[in-house]
T-cell receptor
């Protein structure tokens, strides 16, 4: 039990669909992250939220839209995705300034058809 | 730009053997974490090291931080099939910027 949950675990969507990924952390952390993990590539940091404010956006296409309504919840809204967006999307949380240890959720395996 | 390299990329060993994987950076870092990721799951934190020369042990796993805080190693003694996974190192610099390595895929066969 990592204390970070993600739903759904698997998602198949067409290029014209709109869907959202959800992440919830039960650790009392003040920062949350979205990562993309593609086969044989390092984890790619997409977005960072600290105290519900977006502090980092690593040149992610606008078809990915994050939302952080409070310190426990993080969403990634998806629309008009491309097949190359198929990957494992991981959410993580941490306490900023306290060693930067991140705790990951189990991920959402996304397939874009 | 800080370069973070993990080696080897892939390692396959028999149960009971020992193994070592490495993480090397082109820059000094403030802290380093090791994670293990199993297929279809998120990475799980194993350890954090912050002091040059530091050695930490977690059962059969030994983690070492280089004296110059630019490299680290993870040694597994008497590997078991349950040790199979992708081992990731993550470094954090003094500004709080972190970077993930590409990982070492370890396979331990019975």
């Amino acid at each position: 039990e990592t204390g970070v949950t993600q739903t759904p675990r698997h998602l198949v969507m067409g290029m014209t669909n709109k869907k959202s990924l959800k992440c919830e952390q039960h650790l009392g952390h003040n920062a949350m992250y979205w990562y993309k993990q593609s086969a044989k590539k390092p984890l790619e940091l997409m977005f960072v939220y600290s105290l519900e404010e977006r502090v980092e956006n690593n040149s992610v296409p606008s078809r990915f839209s994050p939302e952080c309504p409070n310190s426990s919840h993080l969403f990634l809204h998806l629309h008009t995705l491309q097949p190359e967006d198929s990957a494992l999307y991981l959410c993580a949380s941490s306490q900023r300034g306290a060693g930067y240890e991140q705790y990951f959720g189990p991920g959402t395996r996304l397939t874009v058809t | 730009t800080q370069l973070l390299e993990q080696s080897p990329q892939f390692l396959s060993i028999q149960e009971g053997e020992n193994l070592t994987v490495y993480c090397n950076s082109s820059s000094v870092f403030s802290s380093l974490q090791w994670y293990r990721q199993e297929p279809g799951e998120g990475p799980v934190l194993l350890v954090t090291v912050v002091t040059g020369g530091e050695v930490k042990k977690l059962k059969r796993l030994t983690f070492q931080f280089g004296d110059a805080r630019k490299d680290s190693s993870l040694h597994i003694t008497a590997a078991q099939p349950g040790d199979t996974g992708l081992y990731l190192c993550v470094t954090t610099d003094s500004w709080g910027k972190f970077q993930f390595g590409a990982g070492t895929q370890v396979v331990v066969t019975p």
